[in-house]
């Protein structure tokens, strides 16, 4: 077993967090300043999350409960500030070449948990580690997104992992070669993909790497103390050798995977928990309480329809089971949490135009609820299909929100769509994601949450030959414009680029490769005595290491 050095010193152990995801526009509500002169601060920080963590690994990890876990714990070369822009973590300085494709970081003196300095060979490791298919991350095409050379070619097996256009020319100096320059690039850096890894030690632990606290290292604000996979309570403590200690006030951070909102707000109430998130008829009951505040989250809920399965392959019924249910109703009177029905795929409030205009204010909007449209597209679906009645299973996950918004889209889809029945199959959400992932389902109620603050963090999902494109969709005009738009001469043109990817969603949402229901809201509660909890709507969603307990 690998032992952290710092764990086999402690004697108690206290603290935990969670994770959400994502890199762009924020709220907050408030950091404190000089947190370390405030002899009142202090304490753990109870959070409740609705998900139990699904890895520790940053290479591996996917979901948003699991990247704000991971981001407590080890830092990259940038991070998120209060406003949820991408701001020098590790990189002590940063050159940039005049053509845009060279990045040079200059690392801060830092150390991991294990005792040993934080080197720019833990990003060259990690980063080939990431683009390496024997890893079998799906992430590992974000390392093309971020342009970086080689990235698709290894990730193709075409060239070896050691060839990735990253170089540790020192200790303290890490050097990445682009193909085309990348406008979001240091956006990217703070997303924990690309966060460093200590391969000796994660060698050393080999598959038992994120078992436990004592098969974990850090070399961020704060260091696990209690962890075992799919724990309801991940505890954490706060890192005495993190560079920037003297500005983390907190204690600790404790997680309690708590998926009932009533429960969760009893322990709120109780005293139990700092930090919760409501849905459904808690909203209404403390909707007015001065504690309570909304905050609009980047994440998009849609439905997967596997076109793989009998049935789906029709354009017609998919865009029949896209029409058939009420978004609005279903955010303002299922959810009540600050959700908005999505009749799109990029969501409001991602990114903008070389403008500044909003994405959403530069096209249109698609599949909307019309259940003659719907009843009309299904006419049509059983004729090509030749046949009258479609039953189908809806895999969701065992979450209060899922379970409450899959009822209601059961409901009006065989209400409004006439020999149509949909079955629901909950279940942890692991265990979806992995049902997903090897395309054991029929219709799947599931989310995105932007990893950058640019339209392609969605378009690039649904390339006929990426490992997100879970519904195996695909559409030869859809790959040449995002392809294009993606590194490719529309890359080159930031106006006919924006242009590129309106007609991209427009070719997927016309031809509902996915059916989208509502873009996520937060109605979230905070104590009084708590500030500088960082909400953002990109990369990783929450961010508490700036927090204040008083």
């Given at each position: ?266 322990s709120y109430q109780n005293g139990d928990l700092d930090v919760v998130t409501l849905a459904g008829e808690q909203v209404d009951l403390f909707k007015d309480d001065p504690e309570f505040q909304t905050i609009q989250a980047g994440y998009l809920w849609y439905i997967s329809p596997n076109t793989k399965v009998p049935g789906l392959e029709n354009a017609n019924l998919r865009k029949a089971l896209g029409q058939a249910f009420d978004k609005e109703y279903i955010a303002e009177t299922v959810l009540k949490d600050g959700s908005n029905a999505a009749d ?122 990426s490992g997100n494109n879970k519904g195996f969709w695909s559409n030869a005009k859809y790959d040449e414009l995002v392809n294009s738009s993606l590194d490719g001469e529309l890359s080159l043109d930031p106006e006919a680029r924006w242009t590129a990817l309106q007609e991209a969603e427009s070719i997927i949402l016309e031809d509902a490769g996915i059916l989208p229901v509502y873009q996520k809201g937060n109605a979230v509660m905070v104590k009084s005595n708590v500030t500088g909890v960082d909400f953002h709507t990109v990369g990783v969603s929450r ?8």
């Open positions: 077993m690998i032992k952290n050095k710092r764990l086999s010193l402690l004697v108690t152990g206290f603290a935990s967090m969670m994770v959400l995801a994502a890199c762009g526009g924020a709220n907050s509500d408030g950091a404190a300043e000089d947190v370390a002169a405030d002899e009142t601060a202090g304490g753990v920080l109870n959070v409740q999350v609705d998900v139990e963590v699904a890895t520790m690994d940053p290479q591996m990890a996917t979901d948003g409960t699991s990247f704000e876990v991971i981001a407590n714990t080890i830092e990259g070369l940038y991070t998120l500030d209060e406003s949820g822009v991408a701001v020098p973590s590790l990189a002590e300085k940063t050159d940039v070449s005049e053509d845009g494709l060279t990045y040079t970081f200059t690392l801060k003196d830092a150390t991991w948990s294990n005792g040993t300095p934080v080197t720019a060979d833990d990003f060259v490791y990690a980063w080939q580690r990431l683009a390496d298919p024997d890893t079998a991350s799906e992430y590992y095409y974000i390392m093309g997104i971020a342009g970086v050379v080689n990235a698709d070619e290894i990730s193709a097996g075409e060239k070896d992992p050691e060839e990735l256009g990253v170089t540790a020319i020192d200790e303290k100096t890490l050097e990445v070669k682009l193909n085309h320059p990348v406008p979001f690039f240091e956006s990217l850096m703070a997303f924990p993909s690309f966060f460093p890894m200590n391969q000796a030690f994660f060698e050393e632990a080999g598959e038992n790497y994120g078992t436990s606290a004592d098969t974990l290292i850090a070399n961020g604000a704060f260091e696990i103390t209690s962890y075992e996979p799919a724990a309801t309570t991940i505890e954490l403590e706060k890192n005495p050798d993190y560079f920037d200690a003297e500005n983390v006030s907190l204690d600790g951070i404790k997680y309690q995977v708590i998926k009932d909102t009533q429960q969760a707000m009893l799109y795929m990029i969501p409001e409030g991602l990114a903008v135009d070389p403008e500044g205009v909003d994405f959403r204010e530069t096209t249109g909007t698609y599949l909307e609820f019309d259940p003659a449209a719907a009843q009309e597209a299904l006419e049509l679906a059983k004729e090509e299909l030749g046949k009258d009645s479609f039953t189908f299973t809806m895999i969701i996950e065992d979450t209060e929100s899922s379970i409450n918004v899959a009822q209601v889209l059961k409901s009006q889809i065989e209400e409004n769509l006439d020999g149509v029945t949909v079955e629901i199959e909950q279940m942890p959400k692991k265990t979806r994601l992995d049902r997903m992932n090897v395309g054991d389902y029929e219709l799947a109620l599931t989310r995105w949450g932007p990893d950058y603050a640019d339209p392609m963090t969605y378009a690039d999902m649904f390339l006929t030959d961010i508490v290491k700036n927090a204040v307990k008083e």
